[in-house]
């Protein structure tokens, strides 16, 4: 009966999409859906390639959309790094944005370290009272994702844990 169940199942997740996989700097091996993590990330095979959350547009003819503050509630996973020079490769990070109220929680995963403090979302920005945070323009919007600045670079997020 459970081997019917399993095999019944096999089809569903192989239409799921990719399956990454990637070893931590303890050596514990960690699977998931989204290409995330360290340099030695690998995609599983025989499991199609998933396509990463919409860059924002270059030449936005209508104005962005900005998150309100209840949209923003819960854990993002900032997982890549861009600069506007166009020869920089994009960065991995794992840094969870955890919006509760009007705090944000800053952790930077591989480093280890947790910045707190309160947050307003304002012209287009989201500002924190922690000057290690700063403020972050809003470059683009969307339920399960979104892209900020801080100078001459931007931040990929999407809604969930890293």
């Known amino acids: 009966m459970r ?5 019944l199942l096999l089809p569903l997740a192989a239409s799921a999409g990719s399956v990454y996989k990637w070893t931590d700097q303890n050596g514990v091996a960690h699977y ?3 290409p995330i993590g360290p340099e030695e990330k ?5 499991v199609k390639t998933a396509e990463p959350p919409p860059r924002a547009r270059k030449d936005a003819d209508e104005p962005v959309r900005i998150p309100t503050q209840a949209e923003l509630q819960g854990v993002w996973c900032e997982f890549e790094l861009y600069s506007d020079d166009p ?6 990070e794992r840094i969870e944005w955890t919006f509760i109220g009007k705090t944000l929680q800053y952790r930077d995963l591989d480093a ?3 910045l707190r403090g309160d947050y307003a979302i304002t012209d287009g920005n989201i500002s924190v009272g922690d000057p290690a945070i700063g403020s972050h323009r809003v470059r683009s919007f969307f339920l399960d994702a979104m892209e900020l600045m801080r100078g001459k670079v931007w931040y990929r997020l999407r809604r969930g844990r890293c």
Do not use: H, N, S, Y
Request: proline share 5%; hydrophobic share 55%; net charge negative.
């Open 112 to 114: 280890g370290i947790t």
């Open 42 to 46: 690998a995609e599983m095979e025989g």
């Open 3 to 7: 081997l019917m169940f399993v095999l």
């Open 87 to 92: 020869e920089a490769a994009p960065l991995v």
């Open 32 to 34: 998931t859906d989204r």
